[in-house]
């Protein structure tokens, strides 16, 4: 598996596992779990390659929907066992924030050429998922008390892409987007 | 007219007549019943055949819209007549997801013949209507409710499928699909 | 520029106009204007490609994102020099809605040749972006607070199909149309 395909299965299975914990938050059963994890995991990336005009890689690849449903089932025996189920939540919505962030910026790019569409896509496909997750929730939406969200993404996206157009190898500019998002996102939820 | 494209009809018929119900709670003139009864008929089959990569069912064939805006119209002048528009309202929305949830199983497995795929279509197709109906008309979600509104698709597209591998003929296997999703989610509305 | 491009141009300006405005109202930082102003800006032809089956506008000319991104900034340092944002708001508002939904139907029209599907795409491309802008900031929906929203978008586009039907040329058929839903939308924000 390149960098780049681990941070994508990455992304989903951490989106996954935040929508399973916002089902943990809300006392929904089994089936409530499945439902969150997979229309947050599976959300972004769906409607970046609906924009991109490419075959939706859950359709294309099955194995997706079902790591999603591992995840749900997962946390589902598990959630009630954490000290802070939300204090979790963050930390995974951050890391889940900075791979797709990277990836959806690297697929933009790989399919248009275009930086503009690239940054577009990589905050798109990093704030999505975790919007649909609040709106199906109807938790307050993380994009409305952060807005440190949507600039993480945006910084993990446009430093994969000036990192790309420096020459170096996709685990250096993959791995520096998402370092780069992380520790934006990361150092608002320790310290913010 | 199959007994599949009978239920995708009769899919499409119910969910608007459900959008309709909503914008008659709501009190919104015959514009809101027309928008919402639309939103929510072709909301649901719309991302389905997006997702799949197929033509959008109502862009091909307009057919769709027009039965939205003739429920809408005959919503309008007859939900005052009723005693209570809500428990019609769940009923009608419990039919139009036992047949969406079996339609969108058929079209998923016949676009990919993924099985997973099929039934993630299913639940999608089936619940997608009745969620944005709930959003845009700022009731409280039907999902968060009861979580045996996602659950009755998936074992409406699951019962389909089993059916189907069985090799039965398809009035058999959409009739079947149809019967589940309707007395699992029906039994939730009566006794529930 | 033709005058049909202008409507594009001038719908994606105004709708990120109005997004940028309700983050000032919301009190968000730079990264939120330009979020808000992004996703309403294209929200509407997003949706409305996609359900056409053609490329996406923004994703084939990114002009049109640096367009949404300039007028987030311009709004920023601005929109606290105003005597009241909301007004301001409803009619930018309500000329993207009537340039969005003739534009809209224009589209619609072109690729698939039936006046029913027009109706409907006008409708969904002049409301869709004031929708997602209203979910995604949390603000009352414009949709529910006044359905002449709905109506005004129905109108520009049956107008413009109406003159377009008559043989009339593309600066009457547009002019016509974006005239006949501002008039009446802004009817209702001057004396409703």
Redesign the interface.
Known sequence: MSPIEALDFVGVALFAATGALAASR?Q??V??F??LA?VTGIGGG?ARD????V??F??ER?AH??ACAATAVLVYFTAHLLESRYRLLLWLDAMALAAYGVFGAYKGLAV?G?A??AV?MG?LTG?LGG?IRD????EP?V??RQ??Y??AA?LGAATFLLLDRAGLPLWVTAGGGFAAALILRGGTIRYG
Not at 50 to 53: D, E, I, Q, S
Not at 135 to 138: F, L, Q, S, T, Y
């Open positions: 809300k929904l059963d089936i409530g499945l439902f997979a769906t609906l924009m991109l005009g075959p939706v859950w359709v099955p929907v079902l248009t275009s503009t569409v577009v905050v704030t919007i709106v199906v929730a109807r939406s994009l409305l807005e440190i949507v600039a945006a």
